[in-house]
């Protein structure tokens, strides 16, 4: 994204993903409410808009807000999720046409802004790249909201099944050494994956594929959330204050389980990766199957190192082609544990780039140098040991946002995201 013409392609391709999401969703559910600490989706929609408005024209170009209403109504941290229900936010036809304004202001700057000017934000098209990983992950967010909703048949993509990985053992083995973690060189980088450093790892050993679905069911057959071994005692208390018996939108059919999968009941796939769960139930699943979680950086190592080209983009290699994993919303839901033969990783996992976030079993820390930028309120504030890291992305993650070195923050209790796990062992 080096040109005026490259960003104005990139930010119109942001918005056009975006568009084509909410298009199948009626004006009335895009304003309906989904919970007492969710606000609706067209919500979501105009703080898209706003912080595009925030950071490229008010910011950036120093124009004043197109409604000082907005900063009370949208900014992310202000007011509190329950307290948005008594503010006047825009209608969805209303939120559309404020975001198609933002839009053409954020164009018309973009043909006279100093693209080498001596500022930070601008420097290698930062605060561009920023709006739009923004506006990506968003999209997501709004795909979590649409399954949450009851009642909601949202249309889904007939794919065709992918290909298949060549065979290989159930787990990797990973020796010891050191790697380099963090983003090397990687223009999309976000601070929390900076700064790059070299760590020493022991030998550990990894599964090569996510848990599946068939998996996980096991789990729940042996009684795993009705015997506290396993559990953590935060684990424990958390299922029991969730009354959790099995993963989010799984019920059990007169033929075994099923899902429910954005408002349609289906057979449960047993093959698929397990997604909705919590890092909880992936804490006790791995401790029942006598494993546990990775660390962040052991999922790092067999994801994107390669011993002798050194630091991978992506599992398969530096560039995204189209057909190396279940990215960018091709199908919406996880592919069966083993596809994608153009994915495997240098160590031979497969499966590390999309189809499910992976829970590690790390708390969301900074690295070695972290400086908080553009604001502390992107990552600074949510260090600590509240947080859990994800990584790989899922089905719906956009390929810029599901690099290797890409760190997602969840709260250990949240199951409404797509989120899976894949388990490891001492060596």
């Known amino acids: 994204m080096e040109s005026r013409l490259e960003i104005r392609a990139t930010l119109e391709r942001a918005r056009a993903a975006t568009d084509a999401l ?14 007492p600490d969710r606000p609706p989706l067209v919500w979501d929609y105009a703080h898209v808009a706003y912080f595009e408005e925030l950071w490229l024209l008010r910011n950036l170009e120093g124009d004043p807000p ?32 404020y975001a198609a304004d933002v839009r053409a202001r954020v164009l018309e700057m973009l043909e006279h802004v100093d693209l080498d000017a001596p500022n930070a934000l601008v420097r290698k098209n930062f605060v561009f790249r920023l709006v739009v990983l923004h506006e990506l992950q968003l999209q997501e967010t709004m795909l979590e909201v649409v ?19 060549p065979l290989g053992p159930d787990e990797i083995h990973v020796p010891a050494g050191s790697f380099v973690l963090g983003a090397q060189d990687e223009p999309w980088a976000c601070d929390n994956e900076l700064v790059a450093h070299e760590v020493e790892l022991r030998a550990f050993s990894i599964d090569r594929a996510p848990v599946t679905n068939g998996q996980f069911a096991q789990f729940v057959e042996d009684r795993g959330y009705r015997s506290r071994r396993g559990w953590s ?23 075994g389980w099923e899902r429910t999968r954005f408002g349609r009941r289906e057979p449960l796939p047993p093959d698929e990766p397990v997604q909705h769960v919590s890092w909880y139930e992936a804490e006790a699943f791995a401790r029942w199957a ?6 962040e ?6 994801a994107g190192w390669h011993e002798h080209e050194g630091k991978f983009r992506y599992p398969w290699g530096q560039e995204w082609m189209g057909f ?7 199908r919406f839901s996880p592919t069966p544990a083993g596809s994608y033969a153009g994915g495997v990783s240098p160590v031979g996992c497969v499966q590390m780039g999309g189809d499910v976030w992976e829970w590690t079993s790390s708390h969301f820390l900074p690295y070695p140098g972290f400086l908080a930028f553009p604001y502390p309120e992107y990552s600074e504030v949510y260090f600590g040991n509240e947080y859990r890291v994800r990584r790989g992305g899922s089905w719906a993650t956009d390929a810029l946002v599901a690099r290797t070195t890409f760190r997602s923050w969840e709260h ?16």
Not at 74 to 97: I, K, N, W
Not at 239 to 250: G, H, I, K, Q
Not at 412 to 427: I, K, M
Request: proline letters at 11%; glycine letters at 8%.
């Open 22 to 35: 909410l298009e199948a969703i009626p004006d009335d559910a895009l304003a309906a409410p989904v919970g």
């Open 66 to 97: 197109i409604s000082y209403l907005h900063d009370d109504i949208y900014a992310a941290f202000r007011p509190e999720p329950g307290e948005r229900s008594g503010l006047p936010m825009l209608r969805p036809a209303a939120t559309r046409a």
């Open 147 to 165: 399954q949450q909703r009851a009642g909601l048949e949202y249309p889904t993509p007939v794919a065709s099944p992918p290909d298949r990985a």
């Open 233 to 255: 005692s935060e684990g424990w208390e958390w299922r029991e204050s969730e009354d959790a018996s099995a993963p989010l939108y799984w019920e059990r059919g007169d033929g």
């Open 290 to 295: 006598g494993k546990r979680l990775p660390t």
């Open 297 to 302: 950086l052991e999922w790092e190592r067999a």
């Open 324 to 330: 190396e994993a279940n990215l960018d919303r091709h």
């Open 412 to 427: 250990p209790g949240r199951r409404h995201g797509f989120s899976g796990f894949r388990c490891a062992r001492d060596a």
